[in-house]
């Protein structure tokens, strides 16, 4: 079973304007997520994190946003710009799980100029 | 660069043969994990080290595979008789344990793009 779920598999957003991307996940003992970019043959990129007491962190112009009783969290990027087109994966964890990473399938952003 | 460093890059080989990989995690980080990530999937975790010992292990890890880290610095990954569906990209990240009550953050490697004919 999927844990963690990534619904849409693409986005466009013309840059400058705003790219939310939706991770949903199933595991209630999840405490800990992250966002990780992807360029082709290179390895995830962190970006940003939240903990479970949280409900927004903010690092620039990204955004991770959590609502626990929905199990879900969103990452804003604004404003969008071309080199921010990649793969975008969410991840979750727990400390009960010896913090591994639990990751969804990536959403691919194309920012157009 | 402190990054986390992973080599080779890209490996082909023939199925049956051995492959070795290694990972080099940032300096003063005491875990490391290994990933293995397949076309339209995101990583999954193999196993992971605190320091030297080999704490857990995926079930997707089969008695082909072994790890080791043996001063808790760099670590291998080996692939015995392998078959085409070990063909994947391998992912080291490291973390440091106890970090932040919050959370671990891992970072991760380049990757290891291994491809058996």
């Known amino acids: 079973d999927q844990q963690v779920k990534q619904n849409s598999p693409s986005l466009s957003v013309q840059e400058g304007r705003i790219s939310i991307l939706n991770c949903d996940y199933t595991?209630?003992?999840?405490?800990?997520f992250l966002w990780y970019k992807k360029y082709p043959a290179e390895g995830p990129t962190f970006l940003i994190s939240i903990s479970s007491i949280k409900d927004k962190n903010e690092d620039g112009r990204f955004t991770v946003f959590l609502n626990k009783s929905a199990k879900h969290l969103s990452l804003h990027i604004v404003p969008s710009q071309p080199g921010d087109s990649a793969v975008y994966f969410c991840a979750a964890t727990s400390g009960g799980s010896n913090y591994k990473l639990t990751f969804g399938k990536g959403t691919l952003l194309t920012v157009n100029p | 660069d402190t990054g986390v460093s992973q080599n080779p890059r890209h490996k082909i080989t023939k199925r049956g043969q051995n492959v070795t990989f290694r990972c080099d995690p940032i300096s003063e980080h005491n875990r490391l994990y290994w990933y293995r990530q397949t076309l339209g999937q995101g990583p999954e975790f193999l196993t992971y080290?605190?320091?030297?010992?080999?704490?857990?292990k995926s079930r997707l890890l089969s008695d082909r595979f072994s790890a080791e880290r043996p001063k808790g610095s760099f670590s291998t990954l080996e692939i015995q008789r392998t078959e085409q569906g070990d063909s994947a990209m391998y992912l080291c990240?490291?973390?440091?344990?106890?970090?932040?009550?919050?959370?671990?953050?891992?970072?991760f490697g380049p990757g290891t793009r291994l491809l058996v004919l």
């Open positions: 990240a490291s973390s440091v344990y106890g970090s932040g009550f919050l959370g671990e953050t891992q970072y």
């Open positions: 595991n209630s003992m999840f405490d800990y």
């Open positions: 080290f605190q320091n030297e010992a080999q704490l857990e």
